[in-house]
């Protein structure tokens, strides 16, 4: 009988709903499914499929605030960058992933350092990293740093040996003289050529008059 005179009084049965919906809104959703993959290809056919290739470390790991969450809710993570290997990249650098490895997600920790394959997001010109790419952990990347090489450090620009900062190739010492000395021994051979021209029309003419 308590009981049933509880649940009469309005104001109890209103602070009662309230409760449930706020545990309702609050409990995350269990996940119904699971990330498929493809096995991702060798280093250097990752490096080609992908927007962007560097490693760095984590300095940031945010995901947006929301009453209700999902496996599949972006996060935000931002990097030191160390290396870069493709991609215009910066010294930082911010990648989104799902927040769960149920969803495909890459789930990383603030302060380790990754080798990361990246891609354009649809319809968004920000990276975005996957569970299904090459995506490591730098210390147990040992074969793609080999099959990728030594890349480039931020802020660097590579440019291929034996040419300028504008790309031009530079000759060398060899390169630079030999045209100066033909164009001198054509010239030289041109005002002789000239010179004994005028010397043989100047005997023709000084014949003629006699």
């Known amino acids: 009988m308590a009981i049933k005179n509880l649940f009469r009084s309005p104001l109890l049965i209103i602070m009662s709903v309230l409760l449930m919906?706020?545990?309702?809104?609050?409990?995350?959703p269990e996940v119904?499914?699971?990330?498929?993959?493809?096995?991702?290809?060798?280093?250097?056919?990752e490096l080609e499929r992908s927007a962007a290739v560097f490693s760095g470390e984590v300095v940031s790991v945010?995901?947006?605030?929301?009453?209700?969450?999902?496996?599949?809710d972006p996060v935000t993570v931002t990097f030191n960058v160390q290396t870069i290997w493709k991609g215009e990249v910066g010294s930082t650098v911010t990648?989104?992933?799902?927040?769960?490895?149920a969803s495909c997600g890459f789930e990383f920790t603030e302060g380790e350092s990754y080798l990361v394959y990246s891609h354009k997001g649809e319809g968004s010109d920000g990276l975005k990293v996957s569970l299904c790419s090459r995506t490591t952990l730098l210390?147990?990347?040992?074969?793609?740093?080999?099959?990728?090489?030594?890349?480039i450090s931020p802020?660097?620009?590579?440019?291929?040996?034996?040419?300028?900062?504008?790309?031009?190739?530079?000759?060398?010492?060899?390169?630079?003289?030999?045209?100066?000395?033909?164009?001198?021994?054509?010239?030289?051979?041109?005002?002789?050529l000239i010179a004994v021209i005028l010397r043989v029309v100047r005997q023709t003419n000084g014949r003629g008059k006699k």
């Open 21 to 28: 919906a706020t545990a309702l809104l609050t409990v995350r």
């Open 32 to 45: 119904t499914y699971a990330c498929s993959c493809v096995v991702p290809g060798a280093p250097l056919e």
């Open 62 to 72: 945010e995901a947006k605030p929301s009453v209700v969450q999902s496996s599949g």
């Open 95 to 101: 990648v989104t992933t799902a927040m769960s490895s």
């Open 139 to 151: 210390s147990g990347a040992a074969e793609d740093k080999e099959a990728l090489g030594p890349g």
């Open 155 to 192: 802020g660097s620009r590579a440019t291929p040996a034996g040419t300028d900062n504008t790309g031009i190739s530079k000759g060398t010492a060899d390169d630079k003289g030999t045209p100066i000395l033909l164009y001198a021994g054509l010239s030289l051979a041109a005002v002789l």
